[in-house]
């Protein structure tokens, strides 16, 4: 039983797109993350959600919105998808912000 | 602007010997540190980590060693084995928070049987 699972695994998509990337946690953990590795490997984080709330949002465009339903569901929304979106996104969550991360399996996006 | 380098991208030892990944910071707020080990095609998993009130914690085979006055860092594996072999990351976080990793790029860690 996956305990951080992401979908879908990989995504493909043009220029211009609008894209979704879901995510949900089944460890009854308060905190939810966002973070994209990029081209050169860095593990950058995005946003933190803490019981629904956003706590952490690292500049990212607005073409990025996070969405948290409840707190076992972080989704990723993305407009206007552009080249340089294309990373590998990871989802994470943890107890509380003391707390180490768990993180899910990744989706590579790739926009051409 | 890295905050947190590892400057070794790549490392190779032979089975059963030691593996030494080292980890540098720029800022002196960071308190406590991190390693996350990561698989192909898998999401980064916890492995140790340090407060800065340490300069040393253990547990099992992986030993990690903080200098705050070098601001360094480094995972210690002895003895290494082939299934250690992951690309390691470095983290870093301010006041015990992690809502924000300060993640290193890593290092692809391989060892040979």
């Known amino acids: 039983d996956t305990a951080v699972s992401q979908t879908p695994k990989y995504l493909v998509t043009q220029m211009g797109n609008d894209k979704s990337i879901k995510c949900e946690q089944n460890l009854g953990h308060d905190t939810m993350y966002w973070y994209k590795q990029d081209s050169k490997k860095f593990l950058k984080i995005m946003f933190s959600y803490n019981n629904k709330e956003l706590i952490i949002n690292e500049t990212v465009p607005n073409r990025f919105s996070p969405k948290s339903p409840d707190k076992a569901h972080l989704n990723l929304h993305i407009n206007s998808l552009e080249l340089g979106d294309s990373a590998v996104y990871f989802c994470?969550?943890?107890?509380?912000?003391?707390?180490?991360?768990?993180f899910g399996s990744g989706t590579r996006l790739t926009v051409v | 602007d890295q905050q947190v380098k590892q400057n070794s991208p790549s490392l190779s030892v032979q089975e059963g010997r030691i593996s030494i990944l080292n980890c540098d910071y720029t800022n002196s707020m960071f308190d406590y540190f991190l390693w996350y080990k990561k698989y192909p095609a898998e999401g980064p998993t916890f492995l140790i980590s340090i407060s800065s009130i340490k300069d040393k914690n253990e547990d099992g085979r992986f030993t990690v060693f903080l200098n705050k006055s070098a601001k360094h860092l480094s995972l210690h594996i002895v003895p290494s084995q082939p299934g250690d072999s992951a690309v390691y990351f470095c983290a870093a976080s301010i006041g015990g928070s992690n809502y924000k990793l300060t993640f290193g790029k890593g290092t692809l860690l391989t060892v040979n049987p």
């Open positions: 994470a969550s943890s107890q509380d912000r003391r707390a180490t991360h768990t």
